[in-house]
């Protein structure tokens, strides 16, 4: 029996082009940056909105738990978030909140926070934005949670829920 | 005062071209970075808060004297290789550098075959 070359060929590479197609449209495409969860956070230094006094990471390392909030006066979906943030302040004394304000006016935030509540035990000043670069931020609202040796436990992308506020207080019970 | 006046005119002259050689290393970087909250754009091409924000990272890395490459994998830690439109080449992306080249040896060789088979044909 003859064996026909090309015939095998063309055949072995649709049929490896199907499994890579089908390989591709079984992968989740979604982007984001969970895969920071494990690696421990970048040094920073960040004035305070209310004081001028720094806030950096060795600060952090005092707390068991802390949770880095990024978040704006002028973005909707930070509102939604808001109460979860307040019930987790109320809620347990072993996490502290960082609220990291991007690129806002002082003004705003402060009548922002007046009208909310003010959840953070920290409230510092990203005016340019690059210290959201060192944290692998590309939108706001995003919240980290790491622990005491400055490791991220969490990343979430977007405003906080009410799975994710019950994930939150999973890890830190 | 001859000697002087040749000293600015390299001054001005120089100067501008060592500005034009780091904006231009800068619009390489720019150009390679995914701006991730766009559709199809790169840093380069948008105006948004993250790619404005991105392009202040990388300038200032730039005028730290960071290589390229320094300034990619920093960004690769923080984002992954999306971030970038050429990633490193790796185990998990080799098909995407390596497929081009196969393809094109693939193609070559059934056109031998077709062309050896033809001839066989016609000498038959």
Redesign the interface.
């Known amino acids: 029996m003859k064996i026909n070359f090309s015939k095998i060929i063309i055949f072995s590479f649709v049929v490896f082009l199907i499994s890579v197609f089908w390989m591709g449209l079984k992968n989740n495409n979604n982007y984001n940056t969970k895969n920071l969860t494990g690696s421990e956070i970048s040094s920073f230094k960040l004035p305070s909105i209310y004081n001028g006094d720094i806030i950096s990471d060795e600060t952090l390392k005092q707390n068991q738990f802390t949770l880095i909030n990024f978040f704006a006066s002028w973005c909707a979906p930070c509102r939604l978030e808001h109460k979860y943030l307040i019930k987790l302040a109320n809620h347990n004394k072993d996490i502290k909140i960082l609220g990291i304000n991007f690129k806002d006016k002082k003004k705003n935030v402060i009548n922002f926070l007046n009208e909310l509540d003010d959840p953070y035990d920290y409230v510092v000043e990203d005016q340019d934005g690059k210290t959201s670069i060192l944290f692998g931020i590309y939108g706001i609202p995003e919240t980290i949670l790491i622990n005491k040796e400055l490791i991220i436990i969490k990343k979430i992308v977007g405003p906080i829920d009410k799975k994710q506020f019950e994930e939150i207080l999973n890890f830190i019970q | 005062m001859i000697l002087k006046k040749i000293l600015i005119i390299y001054f001005l002259l120089i100067f501008p071209l060592q500005s034009n050689e780091v904006n231009q290393e800068l619009i390489e970087i720019y150009k390679n970075l995914r701006c991730?909250?766009c559709q199809g754009q790169s840093v380069a091409d948008s105006n948004s808060?993250?790619a404005?924000?991105?392009k202040?990272?990388v300038q200032?890395q730039v005028e730290e004297g960071k290589t390229k490459k320094e300034i990619y994998d920093f960004?690769i830690s923080?984002?992954?290789e999306?971030i970038v439109y050429q990633p490193p080449l790796n185990k998990n992306n080799f098909?995407l550098w390596f497929l081009p080249y196969f393809i094109l040896a693939?193609g070559g060789?059934?056109i031998f075959?077709?062309i050896r088979?033809s001839n066989n044909n016609k000498a038959n």
């Open positions: 991730l909250i808060d993250f404005t924000t991105l202040l990272v200032d960004l923080k984002y992954g999306w098909l693939l060789l059934i075959i077709i088979k």
